[in-house]
């Protein structure tokens, strides 16, 4: 209802989400949450460590995306920002594995 | 694009590069966590069992809801809803407490069973479980101090809302230190299952 107002006001509101998808993504994250818990209550030994860790990057993606805004930004520069920090972090933890388990 | 926007921009800019050299300065501790972990499986999987996952999870749930409320902060700032506002920052430094305060239990907790660096309950037991325990006074800590900042940063954010030096036309205060605060959620969300949850 306050579209209007918003589209007044582009500097503080530049196509961001609205109040409701905060909501759901908040909803969102305390259920992946709950289901990494239980899934560490399983006892699924080495499964786990992916399940956990995959369920940890999709939510860290929703507050990246939607309450960071990442998805709505229009700045390439900014956009390219953390795959580049997260593609330099993929090559020093998969250098130095290599190195490790090949010992 | 005018020069607002451009300002804007160049802050978020700003802001965005200070978080990519965070994701790199915890990720290169998540690295040693992982390196130590592959060649003392056992003694983490002991450690790991000494967490409290009621209350890691208890401040994933406490750490998720401060972000949605600095997320509706600067929501309702973007309508004009000023007073609103100043209330989610407010809620936002509340759960920073709140993380705080559980944080403070677990550690007492901890202490009082001599699990702390040079502890001699802690050397009596294997090189791995010191590594772990240092590991997680080191990364927790770290991430503590991230919290303690946070505060310190909103609380200077609801003095200026509430001033009206922040305002709906002129966000980007309260947008850069919103997006500093989700850093800080992200970094637990991997934390936690890291310690508490892969046994």
Redesign the interface.
């Known amino acids: 209802m306050n579209a209007d107002a918003s589209r007044e006001m582009p500097d503080a509101r530049p196509h961001g989400p609205t109040t409701r998808s905060y909501v759901a993504v908040w909803g969102a994250l305390i259920v992946l949450t709950a289901t990494t818990v239980a899934v560490a209550g399983f006892n699924l030994q080495k499964i786990a460590i992916i399940v956990c860790l995959g369920i940890a990057a999709v939510k860290s993606t929703l507050v990246l995306f939607y309450f960071m805004h990442l998805r709505y930004e229009h700045r390439l520069i900014i956009k390219l920002l953390i795959p580049i920090a997260i593609g330099a972090l993929a090559i020093f933890i998969g250098l130095t594995f290599s190195d490790v388990i090949t010992r | 694009m005018n020069a607002?926007?451009d300002a804007?921009?160049a802050g978020?800019?700003g802001i965005?590069?200070f978080?990519?050299?965070e994701?790199?300065l915890f990720?290169?501790l998540?690295?040693l966590y992982?390196?130590y972990r592959?060649?003392n499986p056992a003694d983490f999987h002991a450690g790991s069992l000494e967490l409290n996952?009621v209350l890691g999870?208890l401040n994933?749930?406490i750490l998720?809801?401060s972000?949605?409320c600095v997320?509706?902060a600067?929501?309702s700032?973007?309508?004009?809803r000023t007073r609103k506002s100043a209330w989610f920052v407010a809620a936002t430094i509340a759960c920073a407490f709140g993380f705080l305060i559980v944080k403070f239990f677990e550690w007492t907790a901890k202490f009082h069973h001599g699990l702390y660096p040079n502890a001699k309950v802690l050397l009596s037991l294997p090189k791995g479980e010191n590594l772990f325990f240092g590991l997680y006074y080191l990364m927790t800590g770290l991430h503590g101090v991230h919290v303690i900042v946070g505060i310190g940063v909103l609380s200077v954010m609801l003095v200026r809302v509430l001033r009206g030096t922040i305002t709906?036309?002129?966000?980007t205060y309260l947008v850069n230190s919103?997006?500093y605060w989700?850093l800080v959620?992200?970094i637990w969300?991997?934390l936690?299952?890291l310690f508490?949850?892969?046994?």
């Open positions: 607002s926007e804007h921009a978020r800019l965005w590069l978080i990519s050299t994701i790199i990720g290169g998540f690295l992982s390196m592959l060649k996952r999870t994933t749930v998720i809801t972000s949605l997320a509706l600067i929501d700032l973007g309508k004009g709906p036309q002129n966000p919103g997006l989700h959620d992200i969300i991997f936690f299952p508490y949850l892969i046994t």
